[in-house]
């Protein structure tokens, strides 16, 4: 296939650019700026409301990762508007313009996230569940429906409601790893908020079983199947490092260090199960913690 990826040079994005690229299909990046002579890219400013459609023509599907980081930095009203206009805008935009092309892509493959179910507690919650309230919700909620264009034009539109991915090389798990390794590691708040996590491998498999499976369409959580608590999550860093996990964090420390997005990221709960995935045949490389966290570390 020749697939165009937006977000190419992300955690996620470079790891399925890699993936794609070594199963023999052809990788069109999404950048934002002009193309070198020969280089397989094409330009677009999703901030501008830019893209090269001309380049988009022959696609047979695009993955579509870009998106500020959002825990890079403390919210504010800027920090905010900036998170939900990089992903709410730069997917209007893109899809906009797949829905102009003569000859459009058969699939989209679109990040979003299980901020769509908001802080829900022990709740099991599967891909029928409605959204939660509150900012994270409102922006999923919000980037979702941004692909109407495309669903319109009838391009298959698969919609990842992505977990907290596991690398070493990125995100959550390597902000972890310093204070763990030093034994200053420990349950963040009560620790029984529920973690619905997924290994960059598996994040990167699903991405490709999107692609390939014609039956999914809509939202898909990408999530493992076991989902954990913080404490459960904590235990298994610190025995998988031969560390002990002494220290908990309060919640009230949390809110004073990053403020609003210590309740939206850290302390809420989301009980996600990947329903959608099993029902088409996925098979988890990594589907329970602690073998996963062994795995990813060199820890076998």
């Known amino acids: ?26 990788v069109i990046r999404l950048v934002r700026r002009a193309p070198a002579p020969g280089e397989k890219a094409v330009r677009w400013d999703p901030g501008k409301g830019e893209v090269d459609a001309a380049g988009l023509e022959g696609l047979d599907a695009v993955v579509h990762l870009a998106g500020e980081n959002i825990a890079s930095g403390r919210w504010n009203a800027a920090r905010k508007a900036a998170i939900r206009d990089s992903r709410v805008n730069g997917t209007r935009h893109l899809c906009n313009a797949l829905s102009g092309l003569a000859r459009p892509p058969e699939t ?8 769509y179910y908001g802080d829900r507690g022990s709740d099991v919650l599967t891909e029928e569940s409605p959204p939660g309230a509150g900012y994270l919700p409102e922006v999923c909620r919000e980037w979702e429906a941004a692909a109407e264009a495309a669903v319109r034009k009838g391009i298959r539109v698969v919609s990842l409601r992505i977990g907290v991915v596991l690398s070493p090389k990125g995100g959550a798990l390597s902000r972890m790893l310093p ?8 349950v963040i708040g009560t620790g029984r908020q529920y973690v619905s996590w997924i290994a960059i491998d598996d994040l990167v498999g699903i991405v490709l079983h999107a692609l390939r499976t014609g039956e999914l369409r809509g939202p898909v959580n990408a999530v493992a199947p076991v989902p954990v608590t913080n404490r459960e999550l904590t235990e298994a860093l610190g025995k998988v490092l031969s560390r002990p996990t002494p220290l908990p964090v309060p919640a009230f420390a949390l809110r004073l260090a990053v403020g609003e997005m210590a ?21 988890f490389r990594s589907p329970e913690l602690e073998p996963t966290l062994r795995r990813l570390l060199g820890r076998l």
């Open 179 to 186: 204070l763990f390794r030093t034994g200053l590691g420990g």
């Open 1 to 26: 296939m020749r697939v165009a990826v937006s977000g190419s040079t992300g955690l996620v994005g470079s790891e399925v650019a890699a993936s794609l690229s070594a199963a023999g299909h052809e």
């Open 108 to 115: 989209l493959v679109c990040a979003s996230a299980i901020g």
């Open 263 to 283: 309740d939206a990221l850290l302390l809420s709960s989301a009980r996600v199960t990947p329903n959608r995935l099993l029902d088409t045949g996925y098979v």
